[in-house]
């Protein structure tokens, strides 16, 4: 298949004068170990995946992430690059926006991906997926059913977008409690992180707001220990806090006091680990 056809001639120069062809591009992500040389190819399959090959470039893509966890990454070293060339290619923005695969290409090769195998691919493809469906309703139904999957990494940015758009979805307390009471100090950050995404929620009326409060009640004492630290006044608090969210700091310190004394007294004198 010749991809420099279908492209601007200027596009494809420089892209053939960077990488060379499409199969030294392929060579680049599955034979060139160096994480350099595979950023330079998933850039340069985003960009064919613009011009015309935007399936051809999703599945290539999703192959080569396949080595990496792309549940954090520093964007400084080398792979951590190569992540957010990867994920900007699906969507996600970093910084300047390079090429982006159209999303009715790259939304069926992420639906695929989700029953993969490799915990890393479905992790991605679960990062990727609100980016490249319109559909919040139907995105927030594929995420609930990888409330269960077998990666905590998966689970976690699931619940995440879950907790976002659809709290009222059914199992996601179970899941949050699982992280909240979990022993890996980064798990219950996570769980930490949800439950203020649940808060954000509180004090703007509707559905998201009454679900969001039931899924704290359903929390109960699980939640408590991360609802007290929230609500803590703190005069000058990191910025890189869990319960930091800019200008909103306020509100939700406020929400975070006022779901406690909302919680029943009994539910607040157990034990975490008494939950079930």
């Given amino acids: 298949m010749d991809l420099q056809c279908s492209l601007p001639e200027s596009v494809s120069q420089s892209l053939f004068r960077q990488i060379g062809s499409d199969s030294r591009i392929l060579y680049a992500l599955k034979g060139d170990l160096s994480p350099e040389r595979r950023t330079e190819a998933i850039n340069a399959l ?35 690059q190569l992540k957010q060339a990867a994920l900007s290619a699906f969507g996600q923005a970093f910084g300047d926006l390079t090429a982006t695969i159209p999303k ?14 490799s915990p890393n691919q479905r992790l991605f493809a679960v990062s990727v997926l609100p980016s490249v469906s319109d559909n919040e309703e139907e995105t927030a139904k594929l995420l609930s059913g990888m409330l269960d999957d077998r990666s905590a990494e998966v689970r976690i940015i699931g619940a995440n977008h879950i907790v976002s758009v659809a709290p009222a979805t059914p199992g996601l307390s179970d899941v949050i409690r699982e992280f909240l009471l979990s022993k890996d100090p980064n798990h219950a950050m996570s769980g930490s992180y949800m439950v203020v995404g649940l808060l954000r929620h509180l ?6 707001q009454t679900a969001a409060f039931q899924v704290l009640q359903e929390l109960g004492p699980a939640a408590v220990p991360a609802l007290e630290q929230m609500a803590k006044p703190v005069a000058s608090p990191p910025t890189t806090s869990f319960w930091m969210f800019g200008p909103t700091q306020q509100e939700l310190r406020l929400q975070a006091r ?4 909302a919680l029943p007294p009994a539910a607040k004198r157990k034990k975490p680990d008494e939950v079930k």
Avoid: C, M, W
Wanted: cysteine-free; proline content about 5%; hydrophobic content about 30%.
């Fill in 104 to 117: 009715d290409d790259a939304l069926p090769v992420v639906l695929e991906a989700l029953k993969s195998d």
């Fill in 46 to 80: 985003a960009t064919f995946g613009a011009y015309g090959y935007g399936r051809q470039a999703a599945k290539s893509i999703l192959e080569a992430i396949k080595g990496y966890s792309v549940s954090s990454h520093d964007n400084d070293s080398p792979t951590g």
């Fill in 203 to 208: 004090g703007r009326g509707g559905p998201l």
């Fill in 258 to 261: 006022e779901t406690l004394d």
